[in-house]
């Protein structure tokens, strides 16, 4: 059986095992963490080039609007007897085109705007990983830190108790002054 001597050397032994599953368990939740961060940047990455996908697709609908639109003009110009060649319904036509234009541009603006929305929320779940990456590094310094200070002070307290004490000495002044 082991003697009132060896309770602090169990004491620490505990002590250290603890700080090590604590630290193990602290890196794994990081790690995991990191991963979902990864992940979610992946899919801010996905839904960025869907939303360029979809952005060409407006700008595409919208220039088939604009033909359609061009078309009705040139149709009621012919119905009505007049060219749109020149005067007043070439000009509706030249309208209808460049404000079709400007409203396309307004489009690709808009698109590359949420573009940058996910870029920068992938940007931020990268950086979110990297600190989790990092703080599970951390934990493992700290628990290996952890379990050598309380190895150390279970070993000093064993000494203290099997040797009757260790001596300690203080550089007082011993009452000079």
Known sequence: MCGPAAIPLIAAG??????????LAANAQARFQAKISERNADMEREAGQQELE????????????????KGQQ???????????????????VDDTEMLGRED???????????LRGH???ASNYEGQASASRQAGTAALIKGGLD????????????SKLK?????TYSRGYDGLY
């Open 74 to 92: 040139r149709a009621r110009a012919a119905a009505a007897g007049v060219g749109v060649d020149f005067g007043t319904a070439a000009q509706v």
């Open 163 to 167: 040797g009757g004490g260790s001596q």
């Open 104 to 114: 396309v541009g307004r489009i690709y603006k808009q698109g590359y705007e949420n």
């Open 147 to 158: 379990m050598g200070s309380s190895l150390l002070g279970g070993a000093n307290q064993y």
């Open 54 to 69: 979809n952005t060409r697709q407006a700008a595409i609908d919208h220039y088939r609007k604009i033909g359609q639109l």
């Open 119 to 121: 870029d920068i929320a």
């Open 14 to 23: 505990m002590a250290a095992a603890s700080a090590g599953v604590g630290a």
